[in-house]
DNA sequence: TCTGGGGTCCTAGGACCC
DNA sequence: TCTGGGGTCCTAGGACCC
């Protein structure tokens, strides 16, 4: 048997373990630069706040009803995934978890008895809750996509299931199908859901009485084909191990404001850069190809919002590198070829692909000095992890940062910074 | 009048996930 | 006035090879 085991309203609940007096009011997280919602808390849910809509546009409601906000503190929201997932290794094996997001696991459960299955997953929830302050909802069936089906259940029965739900036999597993409209399978994204429905096929079980051919033909070959399986509780997407490495790193952001200047996107592609570096020398790996896009501002329109078209371009670089000095020349003078005058630009970004493991990088006779950068970048890396982010950084990435984003309601790094540890006065 | 039949590799783009 | 930031997998189609 397979669980998924999903924390609530994750970042919501993050802000709510320290500050117990919110428990009972309703709050949300904005994303970057205070621009979407992507997190709510049950009650700001029932208020009408819908996921991932505009701030400005929900502002009047949420200024009316004392909605509290926040912006997203990562630092925070990655801290307290590190403590769940622990628990979750602690208890079921590290092997056998599978970290799928920040807030979700898969867990593996074909060594504990079925018969105790119910028991195992209700004390995990009890013990996630109590040392982290973190209410997860927990579903469990034969099949990933089966036990999201049983998780979606928990989570909107909470009262009815305490957040766990069971699905272990073809009773069980059928009535949890019919209840389930087809938009809500893991993996029928709106297009599909909106060809399905336009076909008369409503839940997850009609979606089930469908022949493989047919899926194969209209809900994109193998994918579909997988997917139909997984709903028949035949396993056809496994559990991946987490040591697996990225392929492709980005970092990608919107401006705080439209940017027109050249040298503010130079210094903003070199600090992406800078970032998306780290994380690959972080997995151990070298990137031989770096590709920048650019994306400027479309025309207002009010109903339809749609971003500027894109432009990007990319290098191959000469060899595979994690040298954040060899990636921001490549990177900038990439920067410089799209960037066009008079322009108004809202979002850059820098992607890093054709990852190899960076001590297969052969030698070079002609590119000397890689140990040295090697030795370079792991000092600075270390600084910056120890003391605090970009206490040594590059020129390149400027110290201006007109283009940084906005976020006007940040709580603190309670778990991750010594000067903003928790405070409790007596 | 008639113009082969395999392969591989790469990229762009679509669809999905959280 | 103001609309996130990552990722993955798959397919189609073009270029090229013999």
């Not at 400005?56 to 990562?74: A, D, H, K, W």
């Not at 994204?189 to 909106?194: H, L, V």
């Not at 030795?375 to 992890?385: A, C, G, K, T």
Request: aromatic share 8%.
């Amino acid at each position: 048997m397979r669980a998924i085991i999903d924390c609530n309203s994750f970042y919501s609940s993050c802000e709510k373990v320290f500050k117990p007096a919110l428990k009972q009011k309703p709050i949300v997280v904005l994303s970057n630069n205070d621009g979407c919602i992507i997190a709510r808390c049950d009650r700001a849910k029932k208020l009408g706040i819908d996921m991932a809509t505009p701030f400005f546009q929900m502002r009047p409601l949420i200024e009316q009803e004392g909605v509290e906000v926040f912006s997203s503190n990562y630092n925070l929201y990655g801290d307290l995934s590190r403590r769940v997932m622990e628990i979750l290794q602690q208890v079921v094996g590290a092997s056998n978890v599978e970290v799928y997001s920040v807030d979700e696991a898969f867990l593996s459960l074909y060594h504990f008895d079925p018969e105790e299955l119910t028991l195992l997953v209700r004390t995990l929830r009890a013990t996630i809750n109590q040392w982290t302050g973190i209410p997860v909802s927990i579903g469990v069936a034969p099949t990933k996509t089966l036990a999201k089906i049983a998780n979606r259940i928990a989570k909107k029965n909470k009262k009815h299931t305490r957040g766990v739900y069971v699905l272990d036999s073809p009773d069980t597993i059928a009535d949890a199908l019919q209840r389930t409209a087809v938009k809500d399978v893991w993996g029928v994204g709106s297009r599909y859901a909106d060809k399905l429905v336009n076909l008369g096929i409503h839940t997850a079980w009609d979606l089930r009485q469908l022949s493989e051919d047919w899926v194969r033909k209209h809900l994109g070959g193998v994918v579909g084909v997988r997917l139909l399986k997984e709903l028949k509780g035949e396993e056809a997407v496994e559990m991946k191990d987490g040591l697996d490495k990225k392929k492709m790193i980005a970092t990608t952001r919107m401006f705080g404001h439209t940017v027109t200047e050249l040298k503010d996107i130079k210094e903003a592609i070199a600090t992406y850069t800078t970032r998306a570096a780290e994380k690959l020398r972080r997995q151990g790996g070298a990137a031989s190809l770096i590709s920048v896009f650019l994306i400027s501002q479309e025309k207002i329109d009010t109903t339809n919002f749609r971003h500027g078209p894109t432009v990007s371009s990319y290098t191959v670089l000469p060899q595979p590198t994690s040298n954040t000095a060899e990636l921001i020349t490549p990177a900038v003078r990439l920067a410089e070829a799209l960037f066009q005058a008079g322009k108004k630009y809202k979002k850059a970004g820098v992607t890093l692909s054709g990852i190899v493991p960076d001590e297969m990088v052969q030698g070079d006779l002609f590119l000397q000095g890689r140990s040295l950068g090697r030795f370079l970048m792991e000092m600075v890396d270390n600084i910056n992890f120890s003391m605090r982010d970009d206490t040594v950084k590059f020129a390149a990435a400027g110290t201006r940062r007109n283009w940084k984003m906005q976020q006007s309601y940040h709580s603190p790094r309670y778990t991750t910074r010594w000067n903003e540890l928790f405070e409790i006065s007596c």
